[in-house]
């Protein structure tokens, strides 16, 4: 079955100071993701997740271009579309939900308004339809009596009711895909409990494709289905969820993954030397090597390619170059 | 068991907040309503529960900030309501605080010499060469080298900072350091190394810590005891092991089944609560959980249950026990 999307050699560059300095933000990142699959996309601040986000749906800001590669949803090279047509594509078929509730909330105006918007604009409802389809949404998303709260503003919410509005939005189309950037890390951790396991619960109704964006290993367990691990601007190991948690191939996710404390565990964690590099002045040859504790001579000279290995995983380091048969 | 660093007692901080038209209708804020706890000497207590449920509010009444409604704290033995002069200022250099958000706790015009030499400047008589010396000192101590005294906060990462933090904190003959969610905005890269080198700190120099979070593992992980706070009350506490184990309250199990699993496949049974944290302006009546409460039972709403004393040295209140 064809992939809903397609995401190949992605290269998104900020070009700063008049273009005197280049960041590459997103320097070749290729994904695909299937009919109701979660992809979880994780890594450290500064490492590409929200570019990479913002490039498939064309909300870059100014600064930042797509310089290569192909973003194919559905059939559609998004790249190659214009502003007009990617605004209808993200109302509709699309959906992207924000780190911050109250950034994608509008103060001024109602909970009805905000939801009612793209059932209004792009699926032409009126009147009563139109308030029915706000209140089967806001009840899709558990706000307790809907026809009340629908008139309230969104200062008179929680954060917790905030965040599941903005997923009340987001649905409201009938997306295929949902792209997830941190939507909980504002939240407490037993309202964020019921958020997730809503989110899933939507997912498994709907069959939406799921893009979750977090730096929490604890929700990529919990929700994905695969998991891609970004560092500086490229996926360093893609796997299946089970595969990159029993057998991380890359010691990048092998010190991420150590370095979390387990709950009932005193050993002391895995700390990962050195600090998160600096996109604007990235290192030689593996941008990991200097923090790494396994690396071999080659590894401060040549970057290394993706190895694709057996069990479908892949990871860009040149430790797995003896492992993987030469063809 | 040695004489506790520091002991509240019965602590209350009420804020009266007002409202409506002039403001003329006015309601209480019961941040922080009767909370007992001990921390001994080289101890982690872990301080747990939601957003607004008294954890910094607690925090401000030991560092002075705030003066309680009721209640004491006293620090080896004595009650810190009464101190003045030369104990006070004893008192201000043994007790320090390290926040959550390394970008703005540390002041962005001062080199971190002076941000590290002002507890010393203002809490002691030392000569300048004398605090230089110590300055270096602690800057090792954090693992950060001593030449980076005369740099500024903006020329650091967060994980640095945070140990800058950290490092003005310990500058003093320090007993008690309050993190108050020390790790929680740094990169998850980042978190164990200042978890490790905190352990590390307690062991070498038998400092006392006072670590306030909302992550579970991150606060079992670096406690010996964990108190666990809701709307304004500790419902339950207990040694971290003991409460890992088996934990009682309705809200602490409620805790443990959203935290997140640690691999794939591990059940948490989530779901066990529902609804959001009330507002502390209108406090349930009975027990304050009872609304959110799976196990609730017809008492609950009637009456507020009593500490009952638990296995590990604990206590929980629940009508449950
Ligand atoms: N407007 C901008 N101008 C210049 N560089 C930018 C801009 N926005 C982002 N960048 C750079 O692009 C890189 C990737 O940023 P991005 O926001 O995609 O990271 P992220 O992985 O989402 O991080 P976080 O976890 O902090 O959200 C960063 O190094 C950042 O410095
Ligand atoms: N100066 C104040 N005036 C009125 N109410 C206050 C004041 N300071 C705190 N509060 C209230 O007291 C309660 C406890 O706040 P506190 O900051 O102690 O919570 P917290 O447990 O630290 O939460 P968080 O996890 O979000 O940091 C909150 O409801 C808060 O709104
Ligand atoms: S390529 Fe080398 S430096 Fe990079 S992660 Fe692998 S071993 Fe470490
Ligand atoms: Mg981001
Ligand atoms: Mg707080």
């Known amino acids: ?327 | 068991m040695p004489s506790p660093v520091l002991e509240v007692r019965g602590l209350k901080k009420h804020f009266v907040v007002r409202r409506g038209l002039f403001g003329r209708e006015s309601a209480w804020v019961k941040a922080v309503d009767g909370v007992d706890f001990a921390i001994h000497p080289g101890e982690t207590l872990g301080l747990i529960g939601e957003s607004g449920c008294g954890k910094t509010t607690t925090s401000k009444l030991i560092l002075l900030q705030e003066t309680p409604t009721a209640g004491s704290i006293a620090f080896e033995g004595r009650d810190i309501a009464g101190l003045a002069g030369a104990e006070l200022m004893a008192y201000r250099r043994a007790v320090q605080v390290v926040f959550q958000d390394p970008f703005s706790s540390l002041s962005p015009r001062m080199r971190v010499r002076d941000i590290i030499a002002e507890p010393l400047e203002i809490h002691t008589d030392l000569a300048r060469a004398a605090i230089d010396e110590r300055v270096g000192q602690v800057l090792e101590l954090v693992g950060l080298t001593r030449d980076v005294a005369p740099l500024f906060p903006h020329e650091f990462s967060g994980g640095q900072r945070q140990r800058v933090a950290i490092a003005r904190a310990l500058a003093t003959d320090t007993r008690l350091i309050v993190l108050d969610e020390p790790v929680s905005a740094l990169d998850v890269s980042v978190r164990a190394q200042i978890i490790n080198q905190l352990e590390h700190l307690q062991r070498t120099l038998g400092v006392s810590y006072l670590f306030i979070g909302h992550d579970l593992a991150t606060v079992a992980h670096i406690s010996h005891r964990i108190a666990v706070m809701y709307l304004g009350k500790i419902v339950e506490s207990a040694d971290s092991d003991a409460l890992c184990a088996r934990p009682m309250h309705p809200y602490t199990k409620a805790l443990f089944a959203a935290a997140l699993p640690s691999r794939p496949g591990d059940r948490t049974e989530s779901g066990t609560i529902v609804g959001e944290i009330p507002s502390p302006l209108s406090l349930p009546t009975g027990c304050r959980f009872h609304p959110r409460c799976p196990s609730a039972m017809p008492v609950c709403s009637e009456a507020e249950p009593s500490l009952q004393r638990r296995e590990g040295a604990g206590l929980v209140a629940c009508h449950l026990y």
């Open chain 1, 1 to 327: 079955m064809a992939p809903v999307l397609e995401v190949s050699g992605l290269q998104t560059h900020f070009f700063t100071f008049g273009g005197a300095r280049v960041v590459k933000a997103v320097d070749g990142v290729s994904f695909s993701l299937g009919d109701g699959e979660t992809l979880g996309l994780v890594g450290e601040s500064g490492s590409g997740k929200t570019t990479t986000c913002l490039s498939i749906v064309g909300l870059l800001p100014r600064a930042a271009r797509i310089v290569g590669g192909r973003v194919l949803f559905e059939g559609d090279e998004l790249t190659r579309m214009s502003q007009r047509e990617l605004r209808r594509v993200r109302g509709r078929r699309i959906a992207v939900m924000l780190q911050d509730p109250m950034a994608s909330l509008n103060p001024l105006f109602t909970i009805f308004r905000q939801v009612a918007e793209p059932a209004f604009f792009h699926q032409q409802m009126r009147g009563r339809t139109l308030r029915a389809r706000v209140q089967q949404l806001l009840k899709a998303v558990r706000i307790p009596s809907p026809e009340w709260r629908m008139r309230d503003y969104p200062h008179q919410m929680s954060g917790g009711m905030r965040q599941r509005i903005v997923g009340a939005i987001a649905l409201a189309g009938g997306p295929k895909l949902v792209i997830a950037d941190e939507p909980t890390t504002n939240l407490d951790v037993t309202i964020q409990a019921q958020y997730l396991d809503l989110l899933k619960d939507i997912q498994r109704e709907t069959g939406v494709a799921l893009i979750f964006v977090t730096h929490n290993l604890g929700i990529v367990a919990k929700m994905c289905d695969r998991v891609a691990v970004m560092y500086a601007g490229k996926i360093i190991e893609q796997a299946s969820v089970r595969e990159l948690f029993d057998d991380p191939k890359h010691p990048y996710t092998r010190a991420l993954l150590g370095s979390v404390p387990k709950l009932g565990s005193k050993e002391p964690l895995y700390s990962i030397a050195g600090q998160p590099p600096n996109p604007a002045s990235l290192p030689p040859g593996c941008p990991f090597h200097p923090r790494c504790r396994e690396a071999l001579p080659r590894c401060a000279s040549v970057d290394p390619p993706d190895f694709h290995l057996g069990d479908g995983s892949v990871a860009r380091c040149w430790l797995l170059d003896d492992a993987v048969a030469r063809p």
